[in-house]
């Protein structure tokens, strides 16, 4: 009877089982992240790049003393404006500002504007993308 129970009591094979055990959990736990890490990476970068906006007009406008920028999204995402700049600053506009796949829309920006004088505008959404130029107000 001792000699059945014998094999319970050796100590020698534990050690190699538990330590390959330990270390295929961390190379799976390792792989899982990694794995997930890439997936959401990868799904951002490729919105971002998705992202496709113009300006297709720029109006200045004297009677309301505004600037109307017509955007249309040509991207395969929807597009949401987070913030507008003329000449570098930031500028208020009606908020949420948002286009979805192939459409287009007017958004007025209040600015005082000078006749005759160049201006940079740049159209900033929530992704990071800018799009904008230098207008002559005419």
Not at 31 to 45: D, E, H, P
């Amino acid at each position: 009877m001792a000699k059945k129970f014998r094999c319970f009591h050796d100590k020698r094979g534990i050690t190699p089982v538990l330590s390959n055990l330990l270390l295929t959990v961390v190379a799976v736990t390792a792989m899982s992240i990694a794995t997930t890490a890439t997936y959401v990476i990868t799904n951002n970068l490729r919105e971002t790049m998705s992202e496709r906006i113009i300006i297709e007009d720029l109006w200045f406008n004297n009677s309301t003393g505004s600037i109307s920028i017509y955007l249309r999204n040509i991207g395969k995402v929807a597009v949401h404006v987070s913030s507008i700049y003329v000449n570098h600053t930031a500028q208020a506009f009606k908020k949420p500002f948002s286009l979805e796949i192939g459409k287009h829309g007017w958004l007025n920006v209040s600015y005082s504007w000078v006749l005759g004088e160049l201006h940079y505008i740049d159209v900033v959404t929530t992704r990071g993308t800018h799009v904008g130029g230098y207008y002559k107000a005419l």
